[in-house]
């Protein structure tokens, strides 16, 4: 399933394995972000309740230079959590910085297989109890062809974690490729492409539409594999809200979480009681889908997704016995930050929204340190005057805000 298009990509992420990353940075830092962190998988694909002594097989299908490959074997080496991660791309040039950068971390849990992730069925990988495919669908000549592939080597019960572009967060680029088709055909060597764009970048009148958006920085910070990613792509499709859904269900696959879930949330922007009473008669695409149009600063689409016909399984947010955890925050100095007006400010691309608390917000954050159960947490505060009942009654509130934004998670069962 190769067309030029596709043969010039595969070019590209030789001459510029993509995302521009230096092995000897992971000394200083690991890079973090959705889909495929840890703690989000446990949660929105396994419900909290997969063993975390359970061997995860996963895959990252299309694992460029590394980023969701080292951050998830490199989580699960810190949790020793039993399992491997198996990383997959057609580019050599990436292979080699994501094998200095797991070298760099001496991660021995992560396995390197060359190859499009098109000949997965009948390939002998697999199966896997979750998958990765973050920004690799939108550059395939046939993305459904892509998704059934890798739904084939899914285990039961596994799920999968997707990145796809979105338009309306990408205005300016398409303006911008088609000018550049016109000035660095592609049949020009890689590296004359990437001067001419820069040349045009710093030419093009206040007036262009990338200048005015903000969200984007690949052609600014990305250095030149980003500049060519974002501006050179051969192939570049964005999917809508709708779009996706569509292609997630034709795969025989459904999503189970958008990323961050406020964000698609329609009530998060319209508090008007009018318009809340429309947005109620939407069913969930149509609400995201209406985010989507209404905020026009979502360039990109996360998703978790489960096979169509897998039984909803909720994470068990009554169980006394589960344990909160927080991604990527500290319950303490959370607690000791938030406003005293009751409400939470989170800023997605520029758009500002206030997220209520319950008033026994900041003495459960403070105590959430993924060891902590929920029926710990409520001794405690019982043990300094407030009563269990309070705390179940503010939990809930405190879930919708905080799992919302996708940070107050349920860690996976010892």
Known sequence: MTDPADRQLAAQYEAYPYPARDPREEARRLIVGSPSHL????????????????????????????????????????????????????SGAARKVAEARAAARKLDNIRFEEGSLLDLPGSGLGPFDYIDCCGVLH???????????????????????????????????????????LL????????????????????????????????????????????????LNPRDAAFTVP??????????????????????DPDAYLPDPKLRARTAALDPVQRAALAEAITGNMGIHIVYCLRADAPAVEPPWEDPAAVPVLREMDGPSLAKGLPKDGTLPVTFDGLRVNLPLPRLAPAILQRVDGRRSFGAIADELAANGISREQFWRDLPALRRSMEAMNRLLIAAPA
């Open 139 to 181: 550059h395939l000549p046939d993305p459904l062809a892509g998704l059934k592939a890798l739904a084939s080597v899914l285990a039961p019960g596994g799920g999968l974690g997707l990145m796809v572009y979105a338009p309306h967060g990408r205005t300016g680029v398409y303006m911008l490729q088609d000018a550049l088709r």
């Open 39 to 90: 703690r989000e998988i446990d949660h929105w694909i396994f419900g909290a309740r997969r063993p975390a002594s359970r061997p995860l097989r996963a895959l990252v299908a299309g694992g460029g230079t590394g980023d969701g490959t080292i951050m998830l074997a490199q989580q699960m080496a810190w949790a020793g959590r039993p399992g491997s991660v198996t990383w997959l791309d057609r």
């Open 243 to 264: 779009a996706l859904d569509a292609l997630v269900r034709a795969a025989g696959l459904r999503i189970a979480c958008w990323v961050e879930p406020v964000r698609y």
């Open 184 to 231: 660095a055909p592609a049949e020009e060597p890689p590296a004359a492409r990437v001067e001419t764009a820069r040349r045009l970048w710093k030419q093009v009148p206040e007036t262009a539409w990338l200048k005015r958006n903000p969200w984007l920085t690949d052609h600014l910070s990305g250095g030149d594999a980003g500049l060519y990613d974002l501006l």
